[in-house]
T-cell receptor, first 113, second 116 residues
Framework: AQSVTQPDIHITVSEGASLELRCNYSYGATPYLFWYVQSPGQGLQLLLKYFSGDTLVQGIKGFEAEFKRSQSSFNLRKPSVHWSDAAEYFCAVGGRYGNKLVFGAGTILRVKS | KAGVTQTPRYLIKTRGQQVTLSCSPISGHRSVSWYQQTPGQGLQFLFEYFSETQRNKGNFPGRFSGRQFSNSRSEMNVSTLELGDSALYLC???????????????FGPGTRLTVL
């Protein structure tokens, strides 16, 4: 069965500092990996996705993620965090059979000035 | 292009009642998926409809059902509401990929259901 683990429930970083949010997945075949962001009271916005090819993917708002098959990981990074990045971040995995996503528990990012 | 819209945005019901939530996908999108978000269980997949047929189903009881119309709009229904059904219900639409694999999903703002 598919599963996603986000080990960090909360992360606090200073504005301007770098960020890395961890994501590990379990999936028996080629995973389709996603990172979404959710601001309070809002729906989910896609930051980036990995389907195949280059293992380093670029997304919106300056985010990037690296797919590492050997570690079953898809960590999200940003070189310099802005206060507006404070939100909850979800990693998700899909597969070859339709639009069904399995989400991790989410990581709440706090940005301190 | 208009985004995914969900109505109503907020709903209060009492135990035992039933509720219907509506989702209008982005124009041209034929896949609609539904998710339940709660503080305790997180985001959980309910079901997906594609071309008026249920293509995928999550692990929810039969009280949760859905349907999709020919214009791709979708509704989900929860019968005999329980307190634990209080949640944010999110709808997502997607262009279907040529391979049928998971594509980019665009989420609506959700319907906040409170069961008293």
């Amino acid at each position: 069965a598919q599963s996603v683990t986000q080990p960090d429930i909360h992360i606090t970083v200073s504005e301007g500092a770098s960020l890395e949010l961890r994501c590990n997945y379990s999936y028996g075949a080629t995973p389709y990996l996603f990172w979404y962001v959710q601001s309070p009271g809002q729906g989910l916005q896609l930051l980036l996705k990995y389907f195949s090819g280059d293992t380093l993917v670029q997304g919106i708002k300056g985010f990037e993620a690296e797919f590492k098959r050997s570690q079953s990981s898809f960590n999200l990074r940003k070189p310099s965090v802005h206060w507006s990045d404070a939100a909850e971040y979800f990693c998700a995995v899909g597969g070859r059979y339709g639009n069904k996503l399995v989400f991790g528990a989410g990581t709440i990012l706090r940005v301190k000035s | 292009k208009a985004g995914v819209t969900q109505t109503p945005r907020y709903l209060i019901k009492t135990r035992g009642q039933q509720v219907t939530l509506s989702c209008s996908p982005i124009s041209g999108h034929r896949s609609v998926s539904w998710y339940q978000q709660t503080p305790g269980q997180g985001l959980q997949f309910l079901f997906e409809y594609f071309s008026e047929t249920q293509r995928n189903k999550g692990n929810f009881p039969g009280r949760f059902s859905g349907r999709q119309f020919s214009n791709s709009r979708s509704e989900m229904n929860v019968s005999t509401l329980e307190l634990g059904d209080s949640a944010l219900y999110l709808c997502a639409s997607s262009l279907d990929t040529t391979s049928g694999a998971t594509g980019e999903q665009f989420f609506g703002p959700g319907t906040r259901l409170t069961v008293l």
